[in-house]
Nanobody, 120 residues
Framework: QVQLVESGGGLVQPGGSLRLSCAAS????????MAWYRQAPGKQRELVAT???????NYTDFVKGRFTISRDNARKTVYLQMNSLKPEDTAIYYC??????????????WGQGTRINVSS
């Protein structure tokens, strides 16, 4: 079994910063792509950023220049540094990973989500 656990959410004022972390655990052989998604109230879940095993990153337009995704393969952890936060960034942020388990099964795993509230 593989699990992802996010941390780092909370309340922040517009213009502020937060750093999210997502740690993977369990019977993991290798973690391939990792990603952050978000779901705002009343909206569908949307992709925020992705990062490959070699740390090649891609971002959706609405976070380019403000958010940075990174990973530490030794720690099995992905991060999302969020700067210049806006009220429209308010959402539940979910970590996602494509994993090869120790039994060589391909899995797509989701974290439980961490809530970000950008408000003055």
């Amino acid at each position: 079994q593989v699990q992802l656990v996010e941390s780092g959410g909370g309340l922040v004022q517009p213009g502020g910063s937060l750093r999210l972390s997502c740690a993977a655990s369990g019977r993991i052989f290798i973690i391939n792509d990792m990603a952050w998604y978000r779901q705002a109230p009343g909206k569908q879940r949307e992709l925020v950023a992705t990062i490959t095993i070699r740390s090649s990153a891609n971002y959706t337009d609405f976070v380019k220049g403000r958010f940075t995704i990174s990973r530490d393969n030794a720690r099995k952890t992905v991060y999302l540094q969020m700067n210049s936060l806006k009220p429209e960034d308010t959402a539940i942020y979910y970590c996602n990973a494509k994993v090869i388990s120790s039994s060589f099964r391909s899995l797509e795993v989701w974290g439980q989500g961490t809530r970000i509230n950008v408000s003055s």
